[in-house]
């Protein structure tokens, strides 16, 4: 069974940095995305950033452009999301999932979904 864990979130002042991991497990999937997702209070749950198993092609969401990057370690089955330069807009709940392509980066081609991990950013 396909497992996903999140670390990494908590809080920090605007300015700040965080860095989230993905650590993925129970699957063998040759051709796979890892994406990053956030849902804040009273709003849709919305694509961060994802990234291709094969080629490392990522998507970010504007927003965040310029201030996210993500990354993998393929040894350790492990998506990284570095986040600098955070804002209080910031603030959810951030997921990360398992879709079996590199389609899009919207929850509807995800398949496995994490826990979830806080990040709020507040001065």
């Known amino acids: 069974q396909v497992q996903l864990v999140e670390s990494g979130g908590g809080l920090v002042q605007p300015g700040g940095s965080l860095r989230l991991s993905c650590a993925a497990s129970?699957?063998?999937?040759?051709?796979?995305?890892i994406g990053w997702f956030r849902q804040a209070p009273g709003k849709e749950r919305e694509g961060v950033s994802c990234?291709?198993?094969?080629?490392?092609?990522?998507y970010y969401e504007d927003s965040v452009k310029g201030r996210f990057t993500v990354s993998r370690d393929n040894a350790k089955n492990t998506v990284y999301l570095q986040m600098n330069s955070l804002k209080p807009e910031d603030t959810a709940v951030y997921y990360c999932?398992?879709?079996?392509?590199?389609?899009?980066?919207?929850?509807?081609?995800?398949?496995?979904w994490g826990q979830g991990t806080q990040v709020s950013v507040s001065s």
């Open positions: 990234i291709s198993s094969t080629d490392g092609s990522t």
């Open positions: 129970g699957f063998t999937y040759d051709y796979y995305a």
């Open positions: 999932a398992l879709g079996l392509e590199f389609s899009s980066c919207t929850k509807e081609e995800y398949d496995y």
